[in-house]
């Protein structure tokens, strides 16, 4: 079996996630030691093997919906978002000129990637309600390295996923002390934890539930967990698809 939390896996993460899945396996009775670092992510969530991972919303709902089970999604109890949600902060240099939302037309945006809910299609989505036109600059493959190229003016703005920001503001703030937020995008479902076809994706949850419980204090802190909600499908694939960049 496979076991991976690639999406918000840092150095400072990284203990609390190795606890986690310890955790859930314990519960689970089965599955694989380790977690797996570093491998493409797409051939683990597409793996029969796989047993429990972390993707996107976007990538979900644009392709894998109906390859793989739904376990639940983490709640990280964000500012101004529902139970299970997050959002994105739109952030820009702190010498901008840029003072508002209108300010942004014309401008370039750095994106971490275009399969990716916070860092492309919720700011598209937000841009294009408010009726303006951007140009699509740099894409950086992370947000960490977004926020750097708005940081060092290789771009003049970068949507942030709400939970990144808070960690890179903790973590790394000799890059987020030269950004700030203008902006921030509505609310859409959080990354989905997500199981292969094989699986048995309602004790899994039960499992996921039982070890966020049992996480101590610390970790749960660092990975900012609050709970896991039960959304269905519905709620990432009614979202429309972005433009690809």
């Not at 793996?47 to 644009?62: I, N």
């Not at 749960?220 to 990432?236: D, N, Q």
């Amino acid at each position: 079996g496979i076991a991976s939390l690639g999406m918000y896996d840092y150095p400072h993460t990284r203990a609390a996630n190795t606890r986690l899945w310890s955790l859930i396996r314990e519960q689970l009775g089965y599955g694989p030691a380790e977690l797996t670092h570093g491998s493409n992510p797409w051939d683990i969530w597409q793996s029969p093997e796989l047993v429990f991972s972390q993707t996107c919303g976007l990538p979900f709902r644009a392709r894998l919906y109906d390859k793989v089970q739904l376990i639940g999604t983490p709640d990280y109890g964000l500012t101004g978002c529902p139970a299970g949600h997050y959002n994105s902060v739109i952030v820009v240099s702190s010498t901008s000129t840029i003072q508002d939302l209108k300010s942004l037309k014309g401008q370039c945006m750095a994106y971490n990637e275009g399969l990716s809910q916070s860092g492309w299609a919720a700011p598209q989505a937000h841009l294009k309600q408010a009726n303006i036109s951007f140009k699509t600059g740099l894409c950086t493959g992370s947000h960490k390295a977004s926020a750097r190229a708005v940081a060092d003016g290789k771009a003049d703005f970068a949507a942030i996923d709400a939970l990144t920001w808070e960690m890179l503001r903790a973590n790394i703030p000799e890059i987020t002390d030269k950004i700030r937020v203008l902006d921030r995008t509505l609310p859409t479902p959080a990354l989905p934890y997500i199981t292969s076809m094989s699986q048995d994706a309602g004790t899994i949850a039960n499992a996921v539930e039982s070890a966020i419980k049992s996480l101590p204090t610390s970790a749960r802190e660092t990975l900012h967990f609050k709970g896991l909600v039960r959304l269905s499908p519905s709620a990432y694939l009614e979202m429309p698809l972005p433009t690809a960049p």
